[in-house]
């Protein structure tokens, strides 16, 4: 069975920090892989996504990830955070043979000292 | 004004009791999941639904159990078989046409506690 580790449990911050959240998962063949935000009372959201193609994908509000298919990684960055970045993160896997659905890791929660 | 909605956003469940969680999506969406959060261990799957009239186990489906009679909806049913159902439970929809490349849409999220 897949699985999704972040090992960042807990990270803390100041205004302007640069940001990495690693997320390492354990399945070897094709994966979609998947960041989700939940910024305290509100939905969760899709923050960036990688199908396919260059490794470097971009998502909403500044954040950037990186596949690396030979370390089975998919960290997520922001080169200057601010406080409205205060949020839980959540990554996720999907599998080719598991239809479409999700694997998440246990998130890490992100505070941003103003 | 499209969305997945949940209620309620409080439930309070006393032992023994069966409780039942809603779920509702305008999306025209296919596919139905249930998760549940607990804090240090991410989302994990309950049930799915890829059409109506059907629907899976996912990782954690023991004292849970669902319908699936319409598309827009997806009940979760937490029963008294589930020893610890104090957790957040979010439901999510996705297009459901059979890929691997889809985004889940989630809905706000209902806190059960038990009394």
């Known amino acids: 069975a897949q699985s999704v580790s972040q090992h960042n449990h807990h990270v803390i911050l100041s205004e302007a920090a640069s940001l990495e959240l690693g997320c390492n998962y354990s399945?070897?063949?094709?994966?979609?892989l998947f960041w989700y935000v939940q910024y305290p009372g509100q939905h969760l959201q899709l923050l960036l996504k990688y199908f396919s193609g260059d490794p470097l994908v971009k998502g909403i509000k500044g954040f950037e990830a990186e596949f690396i298919k030979s370390k089975f990684s998919f960290n997520l960055r922001k080169p200057s955070v601010q406080w409205s970045d205060t949020a839980e993160y959540f990554c996720?896997?999907?599998?080719?043979?598991?239809?479409?659905?999700?694997?998440f890791g246990g998130g890490t929660r992100l505070m941003v000292k103003p | 004004d499209g969305g997945i909605t949940q209620s309620p956003k409080y439930l309070f469940r006393k032992e023994g009791q069966n409780v039942t969680l809603s779920c509702e999506q305008n999306l025209n969406h296919d596919a139905m999941y249930w998760y549940r959060q607990d804090p240090g261990q991410g989302l994990r799957l309950i049930y799915y639904?890829?059409?109506?009239?059907?629907?899976q186990k996912g990782d954690i489906a023991e004292g849970y159990s669902v319908s699936r009679e319409k598309k827009e909806s997806f009940p979760l049913t937490v029963t008294s078989a589930q020893k610890n159902p104090t957790a957040f439970y979010l439901c999510a929809s996705s297009i459901g046409a059979g890929g691997t490349q889809e985004t889940q849409y989630f809905g706000p999220g209902t806190r059960l506690l038990v009394l």
């Open positions: 399945y070897g063949g094709t994966v979609n």
């Open positions: 996720a896997v999907n599998a080719g043979s598991a239809g479409n659905m999700l694997t």
């Open positions: 639904s890829q059409i109506v009239n059907d629907f």
